[in-house]
């Protein structure tokens, strides 16, 4: 079968093929193949040579698909030497998945053309505001709203002063009064311009009005021999401005903060295939661990065996028993907030059988218990390393709120997390839980103990609630740095 060089095809099917595929996101020689198999199916689309630009041609504006990226910008161009910058900036905003829809003024097209702007964005280019094939369902209004934000690139004086005093003349100050998204101009302008008191004026209004603004730069103008405040802001400060408005940086009040977290159950083993567990299942732990993560902490996870998924971003250390849980523990150490979550054994046995235990006429071994390190209180009265913020859980099935106070007392933490895991709860093992954040008054050592009672919750939910009282109360307060 005969191949097809795209490269020695006529200049006007070139042309044409080149726009046809960018609207369409597809490469050249995908649309070749479309638009022959159109054919054969005999569903051709017209094949008339290109003659005009593409913001002339008659498409109405395609509807926003759910298949598209996540965020999209109405990117308009105003009328200043600054406009090729905006090139770029449609590739930068592209390159941040966002959807880039361009509008240029009558005087940006002196800059630079709506084909070059349709071949970088993927799309048709707007350019007037009384074209009946994008205006029969009002165009301009879409255009100015099926968006998550508008730029301006180069913000002209002349545009700034049409939208600081309502202008509505033409497609893009029509869009910009109709919209109900945030603007963000980029001004470029000789340094004059910039500050001439009428730009000076429209500039206050704008910002009074919730415009967001960056730039001007100073620097060199166009101009030969001038210089001062008025260059456009580069492609990719714009773009990262626009990123920062449509996906505004997530708060991260753990920053810098390292947090320890046990979760699950421990193992105690009997023999080397039998041994002594709980019902623990970790979950609230790793919900702890990930909403931490999630608050820009470093967390480090001690856990026990459990069925869960390592959180992202968590780096997770695995152990069986308590003391190997104590060992991780101690090891992570310096830590800014230390959570105890686990379900810790309280004993194991004494004597571990080196081999699998036999039944025997003797009866039953008889299983010799003896106390597993206490975690918590450990931790708790380390003078040294200690956490300056220590929170222990208190798993009780009954006298809870009483059981949990004496344990704050005890065992020399901050806080206590208690929850009720009778088996009515559901607690053990479920999705939700209940829980009471057992504290001292504004956290002095021998203030009067204070119970916050929280409503049932997912797990997850618990979590996020207590890593918020967690960036609240460590906000200033610092580990030792470590040694
Ligand atoms: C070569 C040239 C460069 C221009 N550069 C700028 C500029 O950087 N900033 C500006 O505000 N106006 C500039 N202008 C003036 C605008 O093009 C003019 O005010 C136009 O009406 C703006 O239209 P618009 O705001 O609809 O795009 C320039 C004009 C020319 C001829």
Redesign the pocket.
């Known amino acids: 079968m005969a191949s097809l060089t795209i490269r020695k095809l006529d200049e006007n099917v070139k042309t044409f093929l080149r726009l046809r595929s960018a609207r369409n996101r597809r490469s050249v020689e995908e649309e070749v193949r479309v638009i022959l198999g159109e054919l054969i199916e005999g569903r051709e689309e017209p094949l008339t040579p290109f003659t005009a630009p593409p913001a002339a041609s008659a498409t109405p504006i395609p509807q926003r698909t759910g298949a598209l990226p996540e965020a999209g910008v109405t990117l308009i161009?105003?009328?200043?030497?600054?406009?090729y910058k905006s090139l770029d900036l449609i590739r930068r905003l592209k390159e941040r998945r966002i959807e880039v829809r361009c509008v240029?003024?009558?005087?940006?097209q002196?800059?630079v053309t709506p084909l070059a702007v349709s071949a970088l964005s993927h799309e048709r280019v707007y350019t007037d505001l009384f074209d009946p094939q994008s205006e029969f369902d009002a165009g301009h209004i879409r255009l100015a709203r099926e968006c998550d934000l508008i730029v301006v690139a180069?913000?002209?004086?002349?545009?700034?002063a049409?939208m600081a005093n309502g202008h509505a003349d033409?497609l893009?100050?029509a869009i910009l009064l109709a919209t109900n998204r945030k603007v963000l101009l980029a001004?470029?302008?000789?340094p004059l311009?910039w500050n001439n008191a009428a730009t000076r004026r429209n500039v206050a209004q704008l910002k009074r009005d919730g415009v967001v603004l960056i730039g001007p730069n100073s620097g060199e103008?166009?101009e030969a021999g001038e210089a001062g405040i008025?260059r456009?802001s580069e492609a990719i400060e714009i773009a990262t401005a626009a990123e920062r408005l449509l996906r505004p940086p997530v708060p991260r009040p753990l920053a810098g903060k390292r947090v320890l977290i046990t979760a699950g159950p421990t193992h105690e083993p009997i023999d080397p295939v039998r041994y002594i567990a709980n019902r623990s299942s970790g979950k609230q732990g790793f919900a702890i661990a990930a909403a931490a993560q999630a608050a820009g902490a470093e967390v480090i996870l001690v856990s026990g065996p459990v069925d869960l998924g390592d959180p992202r971003g968590v780096t997770v250390k695995h152990v069986e028993s308590a003391r190997q849980m104590l060992e991780q523990v101690q090891a992570a150490l310096p830590a800014d907030i230390a959570i105890f979550a686990a379900a810790v054994a309280d004993w194991r046995v004494a004597n571990e059988g080196e081999q699998k235990l036999k039944k025997s006429s003797a009866g039953m071994p008889p299983l010799q218990l003896v106390e597993n390190p206490d975690i918590l209180a450990t931790i708790s009265k380390l003078t040294d390393k200690r956490p300056p913020l220590v929170i222990g859980f208190a798993a009780e099935t009954e006298h809870l709120i009483d059981n949990a106070k004496s344990k704050l007392a005890r065992k020399g933490c901050d806080w206590i997390v208690a929850n009720d895991v009778s088996p009515a709860t559901g607690v053990m093992g479920g999705d939700r839980n209940t829980v009471h954040l057992i504290s001292r008054k504004n956290d002095e050592k021998d203030g009067e103990i204070a119970v916050d009672s929280w409503p049932a919750m997912t797990k997850e939910q618990v979590a996020i609630e207590l890593v918020a009282h967690v960036a609240k109360s460590v906000t200033g307060k610092s580990r030792e740095p470590a040694s």
Do not use: E, R, V, Y
Request: aromatic content about 2%; glycine content about 12%.
């Open positions: 161009i105003g009328g200043g030497i600054a406009a240029l003024t009558k005087a940006a002196q800059f180069p913000a002209t004086a002349d545009l700034m049409k033409d893009a100050s001004p470029a302008m000789n311009m103008m166009a008025g456009m």
